[in-house]
Structure formats: structure tokens, C-alpha cells
């Protein structure tokens, strides 16, 4: 009947250009869809938009300018691109990091992941139409902010690391701040959870959508909070300890589904496990210096090295060669978790809607500036 | 000649101004509203607490470049936000705002048909809009917006007749002079349709969570997409125009319009001082109130999720509503 119907009459499959400037493509993705009425019958992932060259600037940059540059991929997790791109190199270095500095990193990356999940949280609720929660979402990461800007005096791109430690001690009374915050925000999630958890319209929005088996999910090399709701236990944090998580107790939420309302519940979890993680450092805080035993002319020996961490987008990775002459790497390579998880946009938005395509950009988190570099 | 043409055209040019300007002020408090749900202060800066803003909108819309895209059907896209501005300013005339004739433009005996045929009409600009704008996301909207209307409409007509049965009147006035004389607003007999009527009337007003056409994190606007400055204007007018609408039919039908609270009660007869119209105002601004809340609560829902719920839930609660209040007033 169907394919009677479309011999009769002329259908055309409309083409749909969703970008690079639209409300809902958190920055300048663009996406082609291939509509049939309102359903996606193929889509076409264009990137680019923001691509600075970061790698290849990178390589002209002498180790620690490039700190700066890291910053400026991921911007809205700036902390946690410093943290594996100074880590990376101390593995290369051989360079070891005062304890206390390493707590100190573990908390300004689960600040971060907080600030992270916050605006994720915020633009997916207003893609699928609640505003009110981008609000609420942008008031705690504007705490999270302030918390920065009172350590290292910058609100976005952070520069808050340096290799073998920590440019500055926390500044006196920034602790109680922090603890404070998690106060703060252990109520707030359950504010957001209030307005969406069981919302009729959020579960109908967001169950079943963009659903993805663990073993596609793993084919497509997906990473972070879409990796793990599709029940895969994979988190760098656990599996590969870096900074000072192997001395905290956490969790890593796993989901069971794999669709848009697991992701959800992940991040939201995850915000919980992080103040967790926050409270537990603050609390064991060491004494002791922030910076360890560099040479003032950072010139590491000739090799290659390669190290993950979990950024709040998923798993962040750097591949650095050095040729042991120069004071700049000689490769410099990012495996961003962005544009990994952004390799599943296509697969999980065939079959649905258009009003399931913002839905399912929200969910897999991508920052532009990190997917293009 | 005075009472037929003169006082009824005096009354037409009264109320389109108050709708007008009640509309600015809808807007005004719409953000003011939303601004507080969201713990931030909305417009402070045009006059004190920004309630001038009410007026720097329309100044701003009105002094903005009026743009027609070169593709568009000229003529359709210009007649769009028309066709859907008048049918909400028309169907005013019909609603009693108070119990004098002073406060309406027209009693005709079948005010709430008329008032069902006209609000329809409305959709036809939004339909238009989107195919004349030759632009691919207003040409989803529309889509979305009939599609939207056939479901709702429905749903909506069959729940007004179960109220006409109850009121056994067709009269905007002859209803509320019902619920006078039984001392029963019939919000209480009929709850479920007043739940319907509002969910039906937030669908109809394309507001949320059933704003699908107009969806800008999806469709970037939607319908009025291609739409600039007093064009778009129009089109918002209508809109707020029509909620007003909503919420005066919501109220007329089901909170007895202009009537004190326990219109039956003599010991309350002294809140009979406060004039009529205080009370039929006061009950709008409470729905209006609600729908705004409801819109800064609620995430959008998807259109084939909309549907859904207009053709399997509510057009079957509405049609057992009417059969249960035919059977029930035939034994009563």
C-alpha cells in the first residue's frame, strides 16, 4: 500500500539544512538532514566551523604555553583540558606531582564536571522546551565559577595548572567555600530532578530515544556518559586512576537502556559522585607544597607517550611526541571525547524526528570548539 | 439608528484598544512571571520595575525594517498574519465581560458556534504563513499547526457540547445566567471538561507545552520565521489576543464569567458591590496566570506525541463526557 501510494504520487524527500547557526546545535555544528514529512531518513554530521589548529599551533608553542591553548578546546572544561594535558606530559617528564597539588586537581576537575553537567544540563532541558531549568542550571555553575575565579582569577578558560603542579595554593577560606557549594548543590539537583526526573512529558521525550547497544556504542567508539548508559562500566577515573582518585570512594552510574533518559540519569548521578569526590578531598586535604621538582627549561627526552582522563564529556586523551631537542612537542595530538561521541550523532538520529534531533544532540554533549580544535 | 450602528461601534473601538493594550501587558507580565519562576528579575530598565517595556516592544516592533523574502508568495505572506490576527479580535464581540449589555458587544443566541467557527480560522494564517514564507522550517510548522488544529479541535468542540447540554444554552450571557440560576458554576459539575477546554485551548494557542509550531529550538521560530517587525507583530498579537480569549471562554463557560464567588450563598451577597466585571477580570488574569506558569514549568511535548494524546485520549474522554451528560440529564 505504502510503496502504491509513493508510485502515485511525486514524493520528494525534503533536505533539511539544520546549522550552523541554529538555536539548538550548541554552536556551529551543522547537520543535513533528509527528511521524509518530519521523520530523519539520513543525516550528514559538518564540522569545522571553529577550527582553529589548535594541534598544529600546539607543536610551535614551547610546553607550557600550550596549557593556555588547552583551555580553548573544550572551553567549558577548561580545568579538566589542563589536568590531562599537564599530566600527560609529567607521565612523559617523569615528573612527580606533590600529593597535595593532585587533590587539589581532583577537585577542580569535579568542580568542573559539576560546572560541565550544569550547562549540558541546562541546554538539553531547553532544547526539549523547559527553560526554567537553564536557568536554575546557570545559577550553580555561576557558584562554580566564582570558586574558580577566586582560585586562579578567570572565570572560562581557566589556565589553572602548570606541569609538575599548581601554579597557586588555594587561597584561605576557599575551602569552606567550596564546602559550602556542595551544601548548595546537593539541593539543587534535587531541584532539577524535582522538575524533570518524573515529568510525563520529559519520560515521553526522553525514553527509548536515540536508543544504542553497549557493543555499537563501544564499535563507534563512544566515550563518557553516552558510553555508560548504554551499560558499559568504563570510566578512566575508575579504570586507570589518575590525579587522586584511586584514595576516594565513588560510584559510576551505569545505565541499562541506552537511550536519552539513562544519559540523563547518568549525568544527573554523576553530580552527586562528585561532590562526593569534593567533599572527600576537602576533607583529606594534605599539607605540603603545590608545585613539584621542574626544570625551568622544560626539554623532555625523546618519546611518546599517551594518557586519558575522564573529562566530564567523556574520555579526553593526549598524544604527545617529543623529539628530546626542541622545548615544543613534536606531535601533539588530542583524542577529544566530543568528537568521538559526535560519530554516534548519525546512527542514533535515523528513524527519529526532528524535534528528536535537538533532543539527541543535547544528549551526547558535544562542545564545537573541542570537536574541531 | 443610535442603539443599532452608533453605541455597538463605540463599544467595538473601547475594546480592540483595551485588547490591545492588554496584550502589551500580558507580555510584560508574561516575562515579569516567567522572570520570577526562574529567579532572575525580567525587564527593569524601561520605566520603574520596566513596565514601560509594555510599550517599548510595540514601538520597537513597529520601527523595525519590514522584510519580504524575495521567494515568498507576496501576496499570501502578507495576507497570513492578518487572516490570523482578525478572527481574535472578532470573536470579543461575543464575550460578555460583565452583566450589563454595556459589557458586550453582541448577545447572539449561538455565541459559543460562532465563537468555535472563528477561532478556527485562525490556523488558516499560521498554514499560510508557513508554505507563502518558500522557507523550509515555517513549511513544518504549518504543517504541524494543521495537523495540530484537526486533533485539537475535536477534542475541544465535543467537550463544549456536554457544557452547552448542562447550561442548555448556545448564549455567551444565557450561560452564565445558568450557572446564576442553578448556583452551580459549572466548573464543579463538569471538571473533566474544564480539564479538557484548557488543555484544548493551550493546543489551540500554540502555547506551551503544546507550542510545536513556533518550537525555536527546533524549528527557530517556526512559522513566523521569515517574519519581521510589525508583521511579526501581528502574528504576536494574535497570539497573546487568543489567549485572552481562551482564558475568558474558560471562564465564562465553567467559573460562572462575571459572578461573585457562591453566587447562591445570600450571606455573601455583599461581595455583589464589587462590579462585575472585577470578578470576570480577576478570574481571566488567574487562568492567564496559570498558563503562564505552565510555560515555565513544562518541556515541549513532540508532535506526534501531541497527537497521540489529542486522538486517543482526550477525543475519547470528550465523547464519554457527552453521552454520561446526556443520559444523566435525561433521567434527571
Given amino acids: 500500500m505504502a510503496t502504491e501510494s509513493a508510485a502515485m504520487f511525486d514524493t520528494d524527500e525534503l533536505v533539511l539544512n539544520m546549522g550552523p547557526q541554529h538555536p539548538s546545535t550548541?554552536?556551529?555544528?551543522?547537520?543535513?538532514?533528509?527528511?521524509?514529512?518530519?521523520?530523519?531518513?539520513?543525516?550528514?554530521?559538518?564540522?569545522?566551523?571553529?577550527?582553529?589548529?589548535?594541534?598544529?599551533?600546539?607543536?610551535?608553542?614551547?610546553?607550557?604555553?600550550?596549557?593556555l591553548l588547552t583551555d580553548r578546546m573544550d572551553y567549558v572544561a577548561a580545568a579538566t583540558n589542563n589536568l590531562g594535558y599537564c599530566e600527560t606530559v609529567e607521565k612523559?617528564?617523569?615528573?612527580?606531582?606533590?600529593?597535595?597539588?593532585?587533590?587539589?586537581?581532583?577537585?577542580?576537575?569535579?568542580?568542573?564536571?559539576?560546572?560541565?553537567?550544569?550547562?549540558?544540563?541546562?541546554?538539553?532541558?531547553?532544547?526539549?522546551?523547559?527553560?526554567?531549568?537553564?536557568?536554575?542550571?546557570?545559577?550553580?555553575?555561576?557558584?562554580?565559577?566564582d570558586l574558580f575565579e577566586e582560585?586562579?582569577?578567570?572565570?572560562?578558560?581557566?589556565?589553572?595548572?602548570?606541569?609538575?603542579?599548581?601554579?597557586?595554593?588555594?587561597?584561605?577560606?576557599?575551602?569552606?567555600?567550596?564546602?559550602?557549594?556542595?551544601?548548595?548543590?546537593?539541593?539543587?539537583?534535587a531541584e532539577y530532578e524535582e522538575l524533570l526526573t518524573n515529568n510525563r512529558i520529559w519520560l515521553e521525550r526522553t525514553r527509548g530515544i536515540g536508543v544504542i547497544s553497549g557493543a555499537d556504542a563501544i564499535a563507534l567508539g563512544l566515550c563518557g556518559p553516552p558510553l555508560r548508559g548504554s551499560a558499559v562500566n568504563r570510566d578512566v577515573r575508575k579504570d586507570e586512576p589518575y590525579a587522586a582518585y584511586d584514595e576516594f570512594d565513588f560510584d559510576i552510574p551505569i545505565g541499562t537502556r541506552g537511550?536519552?533518559?539513562?544519559?540523563?540519569?547518568?549525568?544527573?548521578?554523576?553530580?552527586?559522585q562528585s561532590i562526593r569526590i569534593i567533599r572527600q578531598a576537602l576533607d583529606g586535604l594534605p599539607e605540603g607544597p603545590v608545585m613539584?621538582?621542574?626544570?625551568?627549561?622544560?626539554?623532555?627526552?625523546?618519546?611518546?607517550?599517551?594518557?586519558?582522563?575522564?573529562?566530564?564529556?567523556?574520555?579526553?586523551?593526549?598524544?604527545?611526541?617529543?623529539?628530546?631537542?626542541?622545548t615544543n612537542p613534536y606531535r601533539f595530538r588530542v583524542r577529544p571525547p566530543s568528537f568521538c561521541n559526535l560519530q554516534g550523532l548519525r546512527p542514533l538520529v535515523i528513524g527519529h524526528l526532528v524535534a528528536d534531533v535537538v533532543a539527541l544532540i543535547g544528549t551526547i554533549d558535544v562542545v564545537l570548539g573541542e570537536v574541531d580544535r | 439608528m443610535l442603539d443599532t450602528v452608533f453605541w455597538p461601534l463605540v463599544k467595538i473601538v473601547v475594546l480592540l484598544n483595551a485588547v490591545m493594550i492588554s496584550v502589551t501587558f500580558m507580555t510584560l507580565l508574561e516575562r515579569k512571571v516567567i522572570a520570577w519562576a526562574q529567579s532572575r528579575l525580567g525587564p527593569m530598565r524601561v520605566g520603574?520595575?520596566?513596565?514601560?517595556?509594555?510599550?517599548?516592544?510595540?514601538?520597537?516592533?513597529?520601527?523595525?525594517?519590514?522584510?519580504?523574502?524575495?521567494?515568498?508568495?507576496?501576496?499570501?505572506?502578507?495576507?497570513?498574519?492578518?487572516?490570523?490576527?482578525?478572527?481574535?479580535?472578532?470573536v470579543f464581540a461575543v464575550i460578555p465581560f460583565g452583566d450589563d449589555p454595556l459589557y458586550y458587544v453582541a448577545d447572539i443566541n449561538v455565541g459559543l458556534l460562532f465563537l468555535i467557527s472563528v477561532t478556527s480560522i485562525g490556523v488558516y494564517g499560521i498554514i499560510l504563513a508557513g508554505w507563502a514564507s518558500n522557507s523550509k522550517y515555517p513549511l513544518l510548522a504549518g504543517l504541524r499547526a494543521s495537523a495540530q488544529l484537526i486533533s485539537y479541535e475535536i477534542a475541544v468542540t465535543m467537550t463544549l457540547v456536554s457544557v452547552i447540554l448542562t447550561a442548555g444554552t448556545l448564549s455567551m450571557v444565557e450561560i452564565v445566567e445558568a450557572q446564576r440560576e442553578t448556583g452551580w458554576w459549572i466548573g464543579f459539575i463538569q471538571p473533566v471538561a474544564f480539564?479538557?477546554?484548557?488543555?484544548?485551548?493551550?493546543?489551540?494557542?500554540?502555547?506551551?507545552?503544546?507550542?510545536?509550531?513556533?518550537?525555536?529550538?527546533?524549528?527557530?521560530?517556526?512559522?513566523?520565521?521569515?517574519?519581521?517587525?510589525?508583521?511579526?507583530?501581528?502574528?504576536?498579537?494574535?497570539?497573546?489576543?487568543?489567549?485572552?480569549?481562551?482564558?475568558?471562554?474558560?471562564?465564562?463557560?465553567?467559573?460562572?464569567?462575571?459572578?461573585?464567588?457562591?453566587?447562591?450563598?445570600?450571606?455573601l451577597a455583599l461581595l455583589d458591590y464589587i462590579p462585575s466585571w472585577i470578578w470576570m477580570f480577576s478570574k481571566m488574569f488567574l487562568v492567564l496566570y496559570l498558563f503562564i506558569w505552565i510555560r515555565a514549568t513544562l518541556p515541549r511535548y513532540r508532535y506526534d506525541q501531541l497527537?497521540?494524546?489529542?486522538?486517543?485520549?482526550?477525543?475519547?474522554?470528550?465523547?464519554?463526557n457527552v453521552v454520561i451528560t446526556a443520559v444523566v440529564k435525561v433521567l434527571l
Fill in chain 1, 259 to 272: 537511550d536519552t533518559y539513562d544519559r540523563y540519569l547518568i549525568r544527573l548521578e554523576e553530580f552527586r
Fill in chain 2, 48 to 90: 520603574p520595575y520596566g513596565v514601560l517595556q509594555a510599550f517599548a516592544d510595540p514601538i520597537k516592533l513597529m520601527t523595525k525594517e519590514d522584510i519580504t523574502p524575495a521567494n515568498a508568495d507576496k501576496m499570501m505572506f502578507t495576507l497570513a498574519p492578518i487572516l490570523s490576527l482578525v478572527p481574535a479580535f472578532v
Fill in chain 2, 195 to 267: 480539564v479538557l477546554v484548557l488543555i484544548g485551548g493551550l493546543a489551540e494557542t500554540n502555547r506551551a507545552p503544546f507550542d510545536m509550531p513556533e518550537a525555536e529550538q527546533e524549528l527557530t521560530g517556526g512559522f513566523h520565521t521569515e517574519y519581521s517587525g510589525m508583521r511579526f507583530g501581528l502574528f504576536f498579537l494574535a497570539e497573546y489576543a487568543n489567549m485572552i480569549v481562551i482564558s475568558a471562554v474558560v471562564v465564562v463557560l465553567f467559573w460562572g464569567g462575571w459572578l461573585r464567588p457562591f453566587p447562591s450563598v445570600g450571606a
Fill in chain 1, 151 to 189: 582560585y586562579c582569577g578567570a572565570r572560562l578558560t581557566y589556565n589553572s595548572m602548570r606541569i609538575g603542579g599548581l601554579p597557586l595554593d588555594l587561597p584561605s577560606g576557599w575551602d569552606d567555600k567550596a564546602r559550602a557549594f556542595c551544601d548548595i548543590m546537593d539541593s539543587k539537583v
Fill in chain 1, 92 to 145: 612523559l617528564m617523569e615528573v612527580e606531582v606533590p600529593r597535595r597539588a593532585r587533590y587539589i586537581r581532583t577537585i577542580l576537575a569535579e568542580l568542573q564536571r559539576i560546572a560541565s553537567h550544569c550547562l549540558w544540563l541546562g541546554t538539553h532541558a531547553m532544547d526539549i522546551g523547559a527553560m526554567t531549568v537553564f536557568l536554575y542550571a546557570f545559577r550553580e555553575r555561576e557558584l562554580i565559577l
Fill in chain 2, 307 to 320: 497527537m497521540r494524546i489529542g486522538w486517543k485520549v482526550l477525543i475519547p474522554i470528550a465523547i464519554a
Fill in chain 1, 26 to 67: 550548541h554552536g556551529v555544528l551543522r547537520l543535513v538532514l533528509r527528511l521524509d514529512g518530519e521523520r530523519v531518513k539520513d543525516v550528514d554530521v559538518v564540522m569545522g566551523y571553529v577550527h582553529r589548529g589548535i594541534e598544529k599551533l600546539s607543536e610551535n608553542r614551547d610546553w607550557t604555553q600550550i596549557i
Fill in chain 1, 292 to 326: 613539584g621538582k621542574v626544570p625551568r627549561l622544560l626539554k623532555p627526552k625523546a618519546g611518546e607517550t599517551y594518557h586519558a582522563i575522564e573529562s566530564p564529556k567523556g574520555e579526553l586523551g593526549y598524544f604527545i611526541v617529543s623529539d628530546g631537542r626542541a
